[in-house]
């Protein structure tokens, strides 16, 4: 009798741990999908013979990439200007340094230096200008909205997106990248090196190619001052550091010519060919 009560409870058991699993709902796998910006089209027609500046759409030629979100164009005589893509925002890359920021300005860059055709296209549901005075565009390259595939590819977040031409077409982007859990939405920037490291000044000017792209901490001397930013380094050599304007008249005796610094947490890049310091911050520098 105990033989057949085990052999029913261990029945029921198993019918019921077969129920459990049948019942489980199966994970649905999402991957990025540039299906927003396939369905979008930009027809020669609406730009041929039309001026960015003057009729709010038209043709223009790659000056240099900034970041992910920011560019400087220009068009037959007109002088390079800056432009804010719309209803996007990608993480730091210049003057501060986040996770998949420079990722976002590589591919960013990427995709215009390797278009054929670049169109700026306004909105007049968000104005001309930002308050930094950059132009707040719409970014096609060859035929495809720049802005959008920033989203679809999980390196921007879509922002203030309510009344824009493509908002909608933005927003479900971003949805859907969300649900990747790729990039910005969860992964871990496999570029980014957040510690920092401990070098010499001399050790970084004699070897700069060995700390690109890396946070240090290094002690040296202001060397000149260039407006609310400076060059830092020994008696032979210096390297520019972009403060953002954080050096105010109130403690600009602390970094005058010859003032002995620690700089924590800056970021060695190459702009636009010169070596230069990001990252600063007020709070991170130390005195001797």
Same mark, same amino acid.
């Given at each position: 009798? *105990? ?5 029913i409870?261990? !029945? ?5 741990l ?8 199966a ?6 999908? &540039? ?22 759409i038209?043709e ?6 900034v ?8 068009? /037959? ?12 925002? *990608?993480?730091?890359? !210049? ?7 420079? =990722?976002a ?17 306004m909105?007049? &549901?968000? /104005? ?13 390259? +060859? ?23 493509? /908002? ?7 949805n ?6 790729q ?5 871990? +920037?496999?570029s ?15 070897n ?11 002690? /040296? !001397?202001?060397? =000149? ?6 060059y830092?380094g ?16 109130i403690i600009a ?10 700089l ?17 911050n ?7």
């Amino acid at each position: 009798m *105990t033989k057949i009560l085990t052999l029913i409870t261990l !029945t029921i058991a198993s019918f019921s741990l077969l129920a459990c699993e049948e019942a489980e709902p199966a994970v649905e796998s999402y991957e990025l999908s &540039s299906e927003w910006s396939d369905n979008l089209d930009l027809q020669a027609v609406e730009y041929e013979g039309r001026e960015f500046l003057a009729d709010g759409i038209g043709e223009v030629t790659l000056d240099r990439c900034v970041d992910g979100d920011t560019t400087y164009f220009s068009y /037959g005589t007109v002088a390079p200007f800056s432009v804010r893509y719309l209803g996007i925002d *990608t993480r730091e890359s !210049t003057a501060q340094i986040q996770p998949w920021g420079r =990722a976002a300005s590589d591919f960013n860059c990427e995709i215009l230096t390797a278009a054929d055709t670049i169109v700026l296209e306004m909105d007049a &549901s968000a /104005g001309r200008l930002d308050n930094y005075g950059r132009y707040l565009a719409y970014v096609w390259a +060859d035929g495809k909205l720049v802005n959008l595939q920033m989203v679809e590819n999980a390196f921007a977040p879509s922002v203030g997106t309510g009344g824009l031409k493509y /908002g909608d077409e933005l927003f479900a982007a971003q949805n859907h990248a969300k649900l990747t859990g790729q990039r910005i939405w969860g992964e871990t +920037d496999p570029s980014f090196m957040g510690e920092p490291i401990d070098v010499e000044i001399d050790e970084l000017l004699s070897n700069p190619d060995d700390y690109r792209d890396r946070f240090v901490n290094v002690s /040296g !001397t202001i060397t =000149a001052r260039d407006g609310g930013d400076f060059y830092f380094g020994n008696d032979t050599d210096s390297i520019y550091v972009f403060t953002q304007s954080q050096i105010t008249s109130i403690i600009a005796n602390e970094f005058t010519v010859g003032s002995e610094l620690i700089l924590n947490n800056v970021f060695m890049t190459d702009y636009s060919g010169q070596w230069q310091l990001t990252n600063f911050n007020i709070r991170d520098v130390t005195f001797p």
